[in-house]
């Protein structure tokens, strides 16, 4: 059984798109999971910031962890943050996931209608996330 | 591998020999300080003795100068408290060894006193293994006269000091020698009990204690002393002979092992070496504890022996830090203040800056050691290169600048910064990271060293912070996290705010707030015993900045940034703290803050439960907008919901028009001829203007009730009871009516807030104030976002005006007018009148307000009829109302408005009989007749019998025409009047409506100087009922020349008997619906008015050809018109509807008469003179002539006008009048003139005379008459220039004459009549 929190973080701290991958039945203990994922995630950031001016790499690896928690990200080229939350080692998994939304992100950022640091409201987008986390995340 | 084997080793079950408590404060610099434990004892904590710590605190270091010369500078810890069994790890690290004990007290009596004492004497019992030496310090009573205090003061009290350096002291005496007053001395009036062995030094509670950091100062240096001689002693042992040292927990584990081994003798070897080392270091000998650590690192990694060779490397480490980082221990002494300041400021304002910000107050916190004061302010600035250099001997002058930005300057090392070099062997920043790594790594082999490694790595972070290295701050940190220590709850708690603190340092605020907001779940974690709420409050609050929150709502949505599910989170859980310690005003003003801050990152089901929660909380304790200060000091900006009720629009209303202030205007100055200047004097004005668009363009009123409409809109799906709403405003003194409103779920309802301005001058309309959900708003017009509204309302407010009420003494009318400016009538009156009608109406003006008089009034009157008309209609006597100002405060003037029910009683005439009554003039009666008639045989069923009514009015006719002239009346008789009039009646039968305004503006106090007044109107509605009509009209001549007759079809249109009065004592009586027939004598029009006429007329149009305009007027129009008045202005016709009083006047303004009738009602400019046989033909004389006799005609004519006439045509016709309408011209078998009938009269000039002759026979006998005229024959054009030029010629001076004359002569073509025409009786002979 193994979860993922991905979240993509604005520049404002904001979360713009949240989601969650996981084997286990989804009714256990989600919300209080969901929530401390978050709070998990927040906290990461800080690394986040400080590693991603050290390393010309987008991929950041796993940077922070608390508990059983891992905290994997990625930066984008436009500084939004990509953040997943796992509790089981899937670094090549993980990087592929990354690189696949990066590329879905792109294309959604590009849509005119799209401002960027807002929420992204997308069915499209919320197929392909679900598409690469059951293919790089849940296999 | 080994470190399970040690573990398992070490896993003794009896001991638990691993340390109570963790010390989060120790860094690596402590490792060379001497451990002093500071003590206040006994009940008293009074404020004398928290200065006397702060005196003790400060001395924490001395220099010493040992044998060799060499001045070693030595550090003292002061702690608070001191577990016993921390001593047990004094051989590990001899730093954790307790060598020192003041104690501070206070005392007022003997048996306080010696409570003191024993207090003393128990801790020097228990700390007694590792105690050095021991001091106390008391403060007694004051003393009785402040007086001898000062002396000994003065004085000071010396005391008999040099401690003996074993450790042991006797109770020693204090001696006064030098001053006489010993029986002021404390130690003199009380004495210590014979069991306490240590040296006190006694002071009065107000003593400056000069001496206190001296006699501190001596007790250190005997610390050092004892110190120095156990180095000394380590120093000297020799290698074969050492013990082995030992870690409490490890004691079981060299039971019966062969310590004589080689492995074991190493391990001695290394440890006592590991010993001496740390000795050293706190001895103040950097150099030999770096060589020391280095070898005793070297041989304790040779044994394996892990967790001594982590404490060696921790050493070096240590040693290491010291000289590289000696600003460090300055850190500590001021991190208390430094975490008290954190908490007084807004958390969000100092996230920029890192970790040393106080610089300040670390100067200002030791004084004394300039030295280091120096260093530390150096290495100020940290935080912009991570490079640290070793020997940046350069700047490590003590001169430099405390904001110098370049790379740590902390490296230059304390002791050696003379020379500028540091130890070959010290550790490179760099590699002092490594070596905590590796020390962490072996001590984390053994489970009872956990206390060890988790300080270790504390102490690591702390010299990461130092160095700046962020990461390796981050991983230390982290590591702690995953060292397994059995703690209690509380001690989990420090530890993950120990984290937050550092973490904070670092500046990363959200892994800081991570770790509060888990050390604030911790303190009240279910299970709990005793919840701390408060801890946890603070904590969480103190989290707010790492979620990028700040206390200031308008703050929080000015930012917009952060995490939204944290900070909603993070909120609640504040509000569930603030609850449950019972601060009730907190958590009212944390739910208001949530809801107004995370409104929109909320679900409608969320928004309404925390509506609810909200309105559950303030139920206890109200919310209102002023700020809460908490007890540390922290201030809770207000929280307003500005968007609960959410606003979509605020109207400033004007006030109602009839009260709405106007400018009074003032007859503009006459700015000389130019209209147009190029300088615009207001441009300044308008530039104002554009730069406030928020600025009102109505004024308000000063003391007048003012309305503002918002619209509300209640997002919340409950019913939402607005209580209290009221305006919020600046400048202008403003009071407002509170106004309560409940809001349906999502239905814009407009709510009108109202209220008064007190004062004149600029009023700034910034929101609203609510109150709703049990909190108090201010609602202001700039917090409110994503909506266009200004930031404020500028009204400007004039001085008080007075307010009227009028009343009118005529009924109210229904409806109401829909003139323009309808919205200023306050009241109405409706009245109506028969055309002609005269009534008044009284209008009663209040003066409503109570201290204002009513200065000014202007009365004037808007209606939709023509302004002459009006006039002629309504009258006010404006001087008569003047006079009547000003009028007192609720007094009340009055006037009268006269009404005058004009109308046209003349009915128009249809243009075809104009036409055809031009050319001839009586003649054209009986064609006017025929037209009548075919108009009479069409007549519509409908008007009862008109030939009754013929009938009638001929009877009628025939008693009123008493001696008229017979046969053209009989002629105006076949007009069938009641045919023509009813037809050309039909639309005057319709009553007229008459709307008017009566306006009034009025003013009076400040308002009237400032130039102010108000307007209001009352609606005056008129309805004109047709009386009498004037159906139809024409002239008569007269019997005499002077005079003619107008004749007038007069029809009652009312519905009852009308007399009618005509003439002066001439009465008629016309039944309802009627008319009669009236003659009417008048004087003609004289020749002088016409000359008048004609004048003008000239004058006239001169004007208009100067004017280059085409259309001239012709003379018949301007001499129409004449004669028009002139009928208009003699004639009256008085009715009276009988019955009643009503009566009226019908003037005959307006009347149109044709061409004939304008020559029969102007005098004639021909005079005739006519004889029949030589007898003058007098008027209506019987003139008799025979069969077959000549008869001679005479006719004479003068030119009574002005100008002469020119190409007349006199013709004399005979006819027979069969009085039946039918005249017979063909009588050429009955009479015969002889000589011509026409005779052409080419000129007649003024007053020239003309003859013409001529005889008559009549064949027949009978009765004829004589039609004599003369015609005037208008000219063509051409023939008309002619003549014109001639005349000119001959009278070159007066070209306007010629141009009357041609004018009036040759464009229009005249007859003139004798009247009444001869009438020759022919009898047989």
Same mark, same amino acid.
Not at chain 2, 73 to 92: K, L, M, S
Not at chain 2, 154 to 171: E, F, H, P, R, S
Not at chain 2, 506 to 533: C, E, M, N, T
């Given at each position: 059984?193994?979860?993922?929190?991905?979240?993509?973080?604005?520049?404002?701290?904001?979360?713009?798109?949240?989601?969650?991958?996981?084997?286990?039945?989804?009714?256990?203990?989600?919300?209080?999971?969901?929530?401390?994922?978050?709070?998990?995630?927040?906290?990461?950031?800080?690394?986040?910031?400080?590693?991603?001016?050290?390393?010309?790499?987008?991929?950041?690896?796993?940077?922070?962890?608390?508990?059983?928690?891992?905290?994997?990200?990625?930066?984008?080229?436009?500084?939004?943050?990509?953040?997943?939350?796992?509790?089981?080692?899937?670094?090549?998994?993980?990087? %592929?996931?990354? %690189?696949?939304?990066?590329?879905?992100?792109?294309?959604?950022s590009m849509n005119a209608f799209y401002k960027i640091n807002t929420p992204i409201k997308s069915a499209m987008f919320e197929k392909k996330s679900d598409i690469f986390g059951r293919k790089y995340l849940l296999s | 591998m080994?470190?399970?084997?040690?573990?398992? +080793?070490?896993?003794?079950?009896?001991?638990?020999?691993?340390?109570?408590?963790?010390?989060?404060?120790?860094?690596?610099?402590?490792?060379?300080?001497?451990?002093?434990?500071?003590?206040?004892?006994?009940?008293?904590?009074?404020?004398?003795?928290?200065?006397?710590?702060?005196?003790?605190?400060?001395?924490?270091?001395?220099?010493?100068?040992?044998?060799?010369?060499?001045?070693?500078?030595?550090?003292?810890?002061?702690?608070?408290?001191?577990?016993?069994?921390?001593?047990?790890?004094?051989?590990?690290?001899?730093?954790?060894?307790?060598?020192?004990?003041?104690?501070?007290?206070?005392?007022?009596?003997?048996?306080?006193?010696?409570?003191?004492?024993?207090?003393?004497?128990?801790?020097?019992?228990?700390?007694?293994?590792? $105690?050095?030496?021991?001091?106390?310090?008391?403060?007694?009573?004051?003393?009785?006269?402040?007086?001898? $205090?000062?002396?000994?003061?003065?004085?000071?009290?010396?005391?008999?000091?040099?401690?003996? !350096?074993?450790?042991?002291?006797?109770?020693?005496?204090?001696?006064?020698?030098?001053?006489?007053?010993?029986?002021?001395?404390?130690?003199?009036?009380?004495?210590?009990?014979?069991?306490?062995?240590?040296?006190?030094?006694?002071?009065?509670? +107000?003593d400056n204690c000069i001496d206190l950091?001296?006699?501190?100062?001596?007790?250190?240096?005997?610390?050092?002393?004892?110190?120095?001689?156990?180095?000394?002693?380590?120093?000297?042992?020799?290698?074969?002979?050492?013990?082995?040292?030992?870690?409490?927990?490890?004691?079981?584990?060299?039971?019966? $092992?062969?310590?004589?081994?080689?492995?074991?003798?190493?391990?001695?070897?290394?440890?006592?070496?590991?010993?001496?080392?740390?000795?050293?270091?706190?001895?103040?000998?950097?150099?030999?504890?770096?060589?020391?650590?280095?070898? !005793? %690192?070297?041989?304790?990694?040779?044994?394996?022996?892990? $967790?001594?060779?982590?404490?060696?490397?921790?050493?070096?480490?240590?040693?290491?830090?010291?000289?590289?980082?000696?600003?460090?221990?300055?850190?500590?002494?001021?991190?208390?203040?430094?975490?008290?300041?954190?908490?007084?400021?807004?958390?969000? &304002?100092?996230?920029?800056?890192?970790?040393?910000?106080?610089?300040?107050?670390?100067?200002?916190?030791?004084?004394?050691?300039?030295?280091?004061?120096?260093?530390?302010?150096?290495?100020?600035?940290?935080?912009?290169?991570?490079?640290?250099?070793?020997?940046?001997? !350069?700047?490590?002058?003590?001169?430099?600048?405390?904001?110098?930005?370049?790379?740590t300057i902390s490296a230059t090392p304390f002791g050696h910064q003379r020379n500028g070099e540091l130890p070959g062997n010290i550790l490179k920043p760099e590699e002092i990271t490594n070596y905590y790594r590796k020390a962490i790594i072996n001590y984390s082999k053994y489970r009872h060293a956990a206390t060890i490694e988790t300080e270790a790595a504390l102490k690591a972070t702390r010299i990461?912070?130092? +160095? %700046?290295?962020?990461?390796?701050?981050?991983?230390?940190?982290?590591?702690?996290?995953?060292?397994?220590?059995?703690?209690?709850?509380?001690?989990?708690?420090?530890?993950?705010?120990?984290?937050?603190?550092?973490?904070?340092?670092?500046?990363?605020?959200?892994?800081?707030?991570?770790?509060? &907001?888990?050390?604030?779940?911790?303190?009240?974690? +279910?299970?709990?015993?005793?919840?701390?709420?408060?801890?946890?409050?603070?904590?969480?609050?103190?989290?707010?900045t790492g979620y990028l929150l700040s206390l200031d709502p308008l703050e929080v949505l000015e930012n917009a940034a952060g995490w939204p599910a944290l900070q909603i989170d993070l909120a609640q859980n504040l509000i569930t703290a603030a609850r449950r310690l019972g601060q009730s005003a907190l958590a009212t003003r944390h739910m208001t803050f949530l809801l107004q801050t995370q409104w929109d990152n909320m679900t409608a089901t969320e928004q309404s439960e925390m509506a609810v929660q909200l309105q559950n909380l303030s139920a206890q304790c109200e919310g209102s907008p002023v700020p809460l200060v908490l007890d540390n000091g922290t201030v809770i900006p207000p929280a307003n919901l500005t968007d609960l009720p959410y606003c979509m629009e605020m109207v400033v209303k004007d006030l109602p028009a009839h009260l709405r202030p106007q400018r009074i205007k003032i007859a503009k100055a006459d700015s000389g001829p130019f209209l147009f200047t190029p300088i615009h004097f207001n441009s300044v004005d308008r530039r104002d203007k554009k730069k406030d668009k928020n600025k009102i363009a109505f004024l308000w009123v000063q003391n007048d009730l003012s309305e503002v409409c918002v619209r509300l809109r209640n997002p919340l799906p409950f019913e939402l009871a607005v209580t209290d709403m009221r305006l919020l405003s600046n400048g202008v003194v403003f009071e407002s009516l509170p106004q309560t409103v409940i809001l349906q779920p999502h239905v814009p309802t407009n709510v009108a807030l109202h209220g008064t301005p007190i004062e004149t001058g600029q009023l700034d309309l910034q929101g609203y104030s609510t109150h709703t959900l049990g909190v108090k708003s201010n609602c202001r017009l700039k917090h409110m976002r994503g909506r266009h509204l200004p930031p404020n309302y500028l009204v400007d407010v004039i001085p008080a005006l007075p307010r009227i009420s009028v009343k009118t003494s005529l009924p109210q009318t229904a409806t109401f007018s829909n003139m323009n400016k309808s919205d200023i009538v306050v009241t109405s009156a409706s009245l109506t009148l028969y055309n002609g009608e005269s009534s008044s109406c009284t209008i009663t003006i209040q003066n409503e307000s109570n201290t204002l008089p009513l200065e000014h009034l202007e009365v004037n009157i808007n209606s939709n009829v023509e302004q002459e008309l009006q006039k002629k209609m309504f009258r006010i006597d404006e001087q008569a109302l003047q006079a009547q100002l000003p009028v007192a405060p609720q007094g009340t003037l009055e006037f009268v408005v006269d009404i005058y029910a004009e109308a046209d009683f003349v009915c128009p005439m249809p243009p075809g009989s104009l036409n055809t009554s031009a050319d001839y003039g009586p003649s054209s009666m009986p064609h006017y007749a025929s037209i009548s008639t075919s108009g009479h045989a069409s007549l519509p069923v409908g008007i009862s019998s008109p030939q009754h009514r013929r009938q009638d009015l001929q009877h009628v006719t025939a008693r009123s025409t008493i001696a008229a002239a017979q046969h053209s009346l009989a002629a105006l008789n076949l007009q069938p009047g009641g045919a023509d009039g009813s037809s050309s009646l039909r639309p005057q039968q319709l009553t007229q409506h008459i709307e008017a305004q009566l306006r009034l503006k009025y003013s009076g106090g400040e308002a009237l100087v400032a130039g102010y007044c108000r307007q209001c109107a009352v609606s005056l509605n008129l309805e004109l009922i047709p009386s009498a009509q004037i159906t139809s009209w024409d002239v008569l001549p007269a019997e005499i020349p002077s005079q003619f007759y107008l004749v007038l079809d007069i029809s009652n249109l009312t519905a009852q008997e009308m007399s009618l009065n005509y003439t002066e004592n001439k009465n008629i009586l016309i039944e309802a619906k009627e008319s009669c027939r009236v003659p009417i004598p008048v004087d003609r029009c004289s020749l002088e008015q016409v000359c008048a006429a004609r004048a003008a007329e000239v004058a006239e149009n001169l004007e208009r050809e100067l004017c280059f305009r085409t259309q001239l007027l012709s003379f018949s129009d301007a001499l129409s018109k004449l004669c028009s008045t002139h009928i208009a202005e003699r004639v009256k016709i008085n009715w009276l509807l009988t019955g009643t009083d009503i009566q009226g006047v019908a003037s005959l303004r307006g009347i149109v008469l044709s061409h004939g009738m304008v020559d029969l009602t102007t005098v004639s400019p021909l005079e005739w003179s006519i004889s029949f046989q030589d007898t003058l033909v007098q008027p209506h004389s019987e003139i008799v002539a025979t069969v077959g006799q000549r008869a001679q005609l005479s006719i004479n004519l003068t030119n009574q006008s002005l100008q002469p006439l020119k190409n007349l045509v006199l013709t004399v016709k005979f006819y027979q009048d069969y009085l039946n309408g039918m005249e017979n011209y063909n009588l050429e078998t009955r009479v015969a003139i002889s000589g011509p009938n026409r005779i052409t009269i080419p000129v007649l000039e003024k007053q020239a005379q003309t003859q013409h002759n001529c005889s008559v026979i009549f064949f027949t006998p009978g009765r004829f008459k004589t039609s004599i005229e003369c015609v005037t024959k208008p000219q063509t054009q051409q023939k008309n220039s002619i003549p014109g030029s001639g005349s000119g010629a001959t009278n070159p001076t007066s070209q306007l004459e010629t141009m009357s004359t041609s004018s009036f002569d040759e464009q229009q073509a005249h007859t003139w009549k004798f009247i009444p025409p001869i009438e020759v009786t022919v009898v047989e002979q």
């Open positions: 059984m193994s979860t993922y929190y991905f979240v993509i973080v604005g520049h404002n701290d904001n979360p713009i798109y949240e989601r969650e991958f996981s084997t286990a039945n989804k009714e256990q203990r989600k919300e209080d999971q969901r929530h401390l994922s978050q709070f998990i995630a927040h906290a990461a950031l800080d690394l986040v910031d400080e590693h991603k001016w050290k390393t010309a790499n987008m991929q950041l690896k796993s940077i922070d962890r608390f508990n059983q928690w891992f905290v994997s990200a990625f930066i984008t080229a436009s500084q939004i943050r990509f953040i997943i939350v796992h509790d089981n080692k899937n670094d090549e998994g993980i990087k %592929n996931f990354f %690189n696949e939304m990066y590329d879905t992100y792109i294309k959604h | 080994r470190a399970t084997v040690a573990g398992a +080793q070490s896993h003794a079950p009896s001991v638990e020999p691993v340390m109570s408590r963790l010390d989060y404060e120790q860094n690596a610099l402590h490792h060379s300080c001497l451990l002093v434990l500071l003590r206040g004892v006994g009940p008293s904590r009074a404020r004398i003795l928290q200065r006397a710590f702060e005196k003790v605190r400060r001395v924490n270091n001395i220099k010493v100068t040992d044998s060799s010369g060499v001045v070693r500078t030595i550090y003292f810890r002061f702690i608070h408290e001191h577990p016993v069994e921390h001593n047990d790890w004094g051989d590990f690290q001899t730093h954790r060894r307790l060598l020192g004990l003041i104690t501070i007290g206070k005392f007022e009596n003997q048996t306080e006193l010696n409570e003191l004492c024993r207090h003393h004497e128990s801790l020097k019992v228990r700390y007694g293994g590792t $105690l050095y030496e021991s001091r106390a310090i008391f403060f007694g009573p004051d003393a009785a006269s402040s007086e001898s $205090l000062a002396i000994q003061n003065k004085a000071g009290i010396t005391t008999v000091d040099n401690a003996q !350096a074993d450790g042991n002291t006797d109770l020693v005496v204090l001696k006064e020698t030098q001053h006489p007053l010993a029986a002021t001395r404390l130690q003199d009036e009380f004495t210590t009990p014979s069991n306490f062995k240590s040296q006190a030094f006694f002071y009065r509670e +107000q950091e001296t006699r501190v100062s001596d007790f250190l240096n005997a610390l050092f002393w004892v110190l120095e001689s156990r180095r000394l002693e380590r120093s000297r042992e020799r290698a074969e002979k050492v013990s082995l040292l030992l870690a409490p927990f490890e004691k079981r584990d060299f039971v019966g $092992l062969d310590m004589e081994s080689r492995n074991n003798r190493k391990r001695c070897v290394g440890r006592v070496m590991k010993n001496l080392a740390d000795l050293s270091l706190q001895a103040g000998l950097l150099d030999d504890a770096l060589s020391l650590y280095h070898n !005793a %690192n070297e041989t304790l990694r040779s044994v394996g022996d892990s $967790l001594w060779v982590g404490a060696s490397e921790e050493g070096l480490c240590a040693a290491s830090a010291v000289i590289l980082y000696p600003q460090m221990r300055e850190i500590e002494t001021l991190h208390r203040n430094a975490s008290l300041q954190e908490t007084g400021t807004s958390p969000l &304002r100092n996230t920029p800056e890192k970790w040393r910000a106080s610089d300040a107050t670390k100067k200002i916190n030791t004084p004394a050691n300039c030295a280091d004061a120096i260093t530390s302010n150096s290495s100020s600035c940290s935080s912009v290169s991570s490079l640290l250099t070793n020997n940046s001997s !350069a700047s490590g002058t003590p001169t430099t600048s405390s904001s110098s930005s370049t790379s990461c912070i130092e +160095q %700046n290295r962020p990461l390796d701050v981050a991983m230390f940190l982290q590591n702690i996290l995953y060292i397994n220590l059995s703690l209690s709850e509380a001690e989990r708690v420090k530890r993950f705010e120990i984290m937050t603190e550092l973490y904070q340092q670092i500046g990363y605020q959200r892994k800081a707030a991570f770790f509060q &907001r888990l050390a604030a779940l911790k303190h009240v974690q +279910q299970g709990s015993q005793a919840p701390d709420w408060t801890q946890s409050y603070r904590l969480m609050l103190g989290s707010f």
